[in-house]
Nanobody, 119 residues
Framework: QVQLVESGGGLVQPGGSLGLSCAASGRFFSINIMRWYRQAPGKERELVASITSGGSTNYANSVKGRFTISRDNAKNTVYLQMNSLKPEDTAVYYC?????????????WGQGTQVTVSS
């Protein structure tokens, strides 16, 4: 099994910055794609950004130019640096990853971390 643990959420003023991290632990052979999703109250969960093990990235249009996803493969950790934050970025942010283990290739979710952008 694989556990994903997020950290770094909190309250920030509009225009501010915040960094999230997500560490994968457990018994697995490799982590393939790692992703950040978010879900705002009353809205569907949406993909924010993704990164492959080779470092290729993709972003939602709403965060392009403001958010940066990165990863440290040696630490099995993915990061999300969020700049120029807006109130509409307020949501619970979830880490997601595809991992290879003795159970095969499976998808895993973290527990989520709250990000609130407000003055």
């Amino acid at each position: 099994q694989v556990q994903l643990v997020e950290s770094g959420g909190g309250l920030v003023q509009p225009g501010g910055s915040l960094g999230l991290s997500c560490a994968a632990s457990g018994r697995f052979f490799s982590i393939n794609i790692m992703r950040w999703y978010r879900q705002a109250p009353g809205k569907e969960r949406e993909l924010v950004a993704s990164i492959t093990s080779g470092g290729s990235t993709n972003y939602a249009n709403s965060v392009k130019g403001r958010f940066t996803i990165s990863r440290d493969n040696a630490k099995n950790t993915v990061y999300l640096q969020m700049n120029s934050l807006k109130p509409e970025d307020t949501a619970v942010y979830y880490c997601n990853a595809d991992a290879n283990s003795s159970y095969g290739l499976r998808n895993y979710w973290g527990q989520g971390t709250q990000v609130t952008v407000s003055s």
